[in-house]
């Protein structure tokens, strides 16, 4: 009971801190999914070539190659005259991207030679790299038209030319991006609830020592297990509301997430964050015990700052682990916190059927972890040197 | 203060040591009776805000017993030892307002609300501060956050208040009128309270009582005048108040008084408090409002003096003089007028009674 008072006060003391506020609830939940998936579907039209868009090209030369040029503009490409000085223009950003197509092209051509192109490209410019891997595309296609067409001309059956034809069956159904976006996940859920109880654990720890609040608050009638239960208490709700608000800040990121970026088996439908967010709901506990458990052993807001900064480092291990290293689900895993949670997760996104035996071992091994770090919270708290 | 003979906190032959080497309280005595307003009064790291600790129970004894009506409390958490604290910098929640700081310690205590509404209010009276119970420490000045945190340790009655340097980080002005603050809420509402300061005279302001703490030891425990005008040994009489001090070997002692030979065949009539033997070394004290110029022949001790500096200091003269080759020797010359001739570079007699000159170790 006398936790809950503790644990209030708590509560109402830091979300009358502006700093607590917006980290805990407004930076973790809302601004840290938003840079990161704002991040990736910025990368992923960097890299993606969308034929159905219209890309400007300019052209020298263009009456040199009309059929490239017919095919060129059957293919979204809206040809434009370039100007005298294309390298200049294409330079300075006057233009995006020009084709310099010299007189002899056509010529070449008929002679079975290769026929020179010269692309001008910007690649300090993200939109001229771009274009530039589009057209090379079409070019390249336009290209393997007319090889063929040479190899019939002269009765070769272009097939001759492709000896093996090696089909790679991708099995996971999402591919590389679908997997990254699936660690994602986990990433955000661990981060955003480090976030959510960063600053009021250091505050009601290091912080209540540092402006020296700490002893009257010990002079009270409060057993040392009701104050940490209690700042334990605050904390937790904090992560909670944290990563609840991350479930709704990820919901609606991948509403206006790109559908074409998201593979076929990749989910983040309400359903599946909920059944990601009761998953990974143990964690609250541990992530809580062990924030309050850092900073009650530091001695000032600047160290417990830098220690649990180190903190924030830990969700990333398991992020790069399963990133660079095939590691299955496996009991020892399971039984880990936060490794735990990102294999589970995956398999949640990715549809894949959860094993109820790892579920229970993920939430069994990191509340008896969270319920070990606050006991050591709870024995830190009752050291003489706790005010020192 | 109570007449009961029952100490309400007692210190027995209490030590503390940090290494486990060295005694940083050395055989701490003291009785404290209920309603009394005692201070523990040192330079900094003489010990006294580490008993004040020991008491609150964020410090445990090293070695000896406290009590607390009565009843050993070595082993009793801070938390239940009803004690009140005040701190220096206030240590109040910043973000709550004033009256849930107040609120707070009721709260824990199951106080129903409305008891806990009506004791925070007196409360905010009590330090005059009952328009701003809405407002957060932040939006106070540090005078009126240093009366919140004394409201605060007052608001659920304690047996004893301690107060750690609370006065310490308010500018001079403030510091003074705060003084009376506490001394009048003490006398108001019969609290005990020990105190801890290195400031002598807000000690001598408010205190029926002082400790004068060094190097872990209580080098004399009385009410503040006996502390001013009979100090036990030097380091007293140099620490309260301002002193003049003359060095010497005792030549001879008779009853209650000898005599200090303090160099140049100057021989200096004394009381004799803290030496023994003749030969002793013996360092004398003497208040300089208590030297004259031009003494009568009721004066015991008479010397010649040279003016080296006079100050003014409206209802005195701060005189500093050469006296028995001390060049610090200072006189408070009434500024009545009639000395207004004195210069500096001028020769006088300067003269005080055998009773006023101390004999220390």
Redesign the interface.
Known sequence: MKALIVMYKEIVDNLRDRQTFFYALLFGPVLLPLIIGGSLVASFKQFAIDFDEVTELAIVNETAAPNLVAFLYSNNVDVITAPDEVEAAVRAGDIMIALEIPDEFGEQLRKANPAPLTLYVNDADKDSTRAARKISALVSGYKNTINSLRMQHRGIDPQVFNSIELTEFDVSEDGSSGQLLASILPFLFIMSMIMGGFYLAIDTTAGERERMSLEPLLALPLDRADVVYGKFGATLCFVLMSSCLTVLSIYALFQFFPTELISGGLRFDGSTLVKAFLLVSPLTVFLSAALITVSAYTRSTKEAQTYLGLMMIVPMAPFFLLQFFSLGASTWSMALPMLSQYQLLEKVVLQDDINQWHALLSVGGTLLAGLLLLRLATKLYRRDRILM | MSDTNEPLVRFVDVQKSYDGVTLVVKKFNLDMQKGEFLTMLGPSGSGKTTCLMML?????ATHGEIFLQGQPINNV?????????V?Q?Y??????TVA?NLA??L???NMSKSDTEDRVNKALDMVQLGEFGGR?PAQLSGGQQQRVAVA??LVFDPDVVLMDEPLGALDKNLREQMQYEIKHIHENLGITVLYVTHDQSEALTMSNRIAVFDDGVVQQLAPPSTLYEKPENAFVAQFIGENNVLSGNVISIDGDSCHVDVGNNRSVHALKVNVNNVGDTSTLSIRPERVVLNPGSEYNNVFEGKVEELIYLGDHIRTRMVVCDDSDFIVKVPNSGELGQLREGDTVKVGWKMEDCRALD
Do not use: W
């Open positions: 609150a129970g964020f410090e445990p958490p801070p938390h239940k030892r009803g004690i009140g604290m701190f910098n240590a109040l929640f910043p973000h709550m849930e707070f310690p709260q824990v205590r957060r605060r340790a």
